[in-house]
């Protein structure tokens, strides 16, 4: 169990899930051998104490490999647990056999040197989950230095950039340049949520996640302004339009009880953002009632106060609420990139036909690129 604690926070970046989620696999583990303690016992009073023991290793060894292997968090937690079982034969069998094989004073300190040889494992398993974490190849550093490489700097000294783009390359000005973050929220990408439950296969947006977490401590990081919006409505939908509450003729919408409270209602825990991409403290977030962000909102006073001229967009849908406020913004008069791998759709003809209807006709409605290319833009002014 303890090898995995310096870890947890890489698995956690991998797996994008929220410090809580990961760990669980470490409370999980504990009720796992709890759980085993209890199975053991009959087992091998059953098939006998060795071989039972023997076979415990198994378990634990094979348990171990495929949480090794495991791609979301639902597989490693469970598998965890079952390794917790196999691991727990040990701590219980053994006393079992010290008790059945010793004369009655000598039981006490056989015992206490196996809790002696025991608590080893614990004792150097943090420091040696630490040095696999460290391992060549395995690089633990934050993940701006990683991906941005030196130019990285020049955007963090506020140079004007040069993005490759298309249509053609975009000047970036980190100086009057935001990161617009549209509506990651869970309603819409929590698997089981509001999106889900439409019939809508979430990992479509979800894809975005990681790229995105990127950007935004590169963005971050070089002190550019990040901003987040979400959809939603007051609770008593004062402001929800019948046309829009109608749409769909949906049994559970807008405004009804889901799986994460009422749906698209503010305050609630579906209409928030996910915690992989939360807002950190500071950072603005744009409640706003339609598709696009600028209506029925500050957010252009927000930018204009701010002297922002650029967006760089984000979030999903990239068809809906993503384009609609590229359209908007467009025509208010600022610059937009949009950031390819960082918005999605439920639809994967709709988010290329998305991204091709921004930048068609020489970039119609802004500029469209690859997260690499936006955090990792080389200075316009290289020498
Ligand atoms: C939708 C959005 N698709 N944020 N909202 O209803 O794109």
Not at 242 to 256: C, F, H, N, T, Y
Not at 269 to 293: M, R, S
């Amino acid at each position: 169990m303890h090898i995995l604690i310096p870890v947890l926070p890489l698995v956690a970046q991998e797996l994008v899930v929220s410090p809580g989620k990961i760990q669980l696999t470490i409370t999980l583990y504990l009720f796992g051998i709890a759980g085993g303690q209890l199975l053991y016992g009959p087992v091998s009073d059953k098939s006998g104490r060795r071989s039972t023991l023997l076979a415990t290793p198994a378990l634990f060894v094979g348990a171990g490999a495929v949480a090794g292997w495991a791609t979301s968090i639902a597989t490693l937690v469970s598998v965890r647990i079952v390794q917790a079982v196999g691991g727990c034969g040990g701590l219980v069998l053994d006393r079992a056999i010290v008790r059945d094989s010793s004369a009655s004073g000598e039981a006490a300190s056989r015992m206490a040197l196996l809790t002696i040889v025991q608590s080893l494992a614990p004792g150097i398993g943090p420091a040696v989950g630490g040095l696999l974490g460290a391992w060549p190849g395995r690089d633990p550093r934050p993940i701006p230095e990683q991906t941005a490489g030196d130019n990285y700097c020049d955007l963090k000294g506020g140079n004007m950039a040069i993005v490759e783009a298309e249509p053609y390359p975009f000047h970036l000005d980190p100086a009057h340049a935001s990161l617009v973050i549209i509506d990651v929220q869970r309603d819409f990408l929590e698997p089981g949520d509001f999106g889900a439950a439409l019939g809508n296969d979430v990992s479509l947006l979800r894809r975005t996640i990681v790229p995105t977490r990127r950007l935004l401590q590169a963005v971050r990081a070089a002190g550019l302004s990040v901003i987040h919006t979400r959809e939603g409505h007051r609770p008593d939908l004062a402001d929800l339009p019948p046309a829009k509450k109608a749409r769909g003729r949906l049994v559970a919408g807008i405004g009804d009880p889901g799986p994460m409270g009422r749906i698209l209602v503010r305050g609630e825990p579906g209409h928030d953002i996910i915690p992989e991409l939360y807002p950190l403290p500071g950072e603005p977030v744009v409640d706003k009632p339609g598709k696009g962000a600028f209506h029925a909102t500050d957010l252009d006073a927000m930018l204009k106060n701010r002297g922002i001229a650029q967006l760089i967009v984000s979030g999903v849908t990239t068809e809906v609420c993503v384009n609609t406020t590229v359209r908007e913004a467009n025509d208010r008069g600022y610059e937009c990139i949009v950031v390819a791998d960082c918005v999605g759709s439920y639809f994967p003809e709709f988010e290329e036909m998305g991204l091709r209807m921004i930048k068609a006709q020489g970039g119609i409605f802004g500029w469209v690129a690859p997260s690499e290319a936006v955090s990792a833009a080389p200075p316009a002014t290289r020498s």
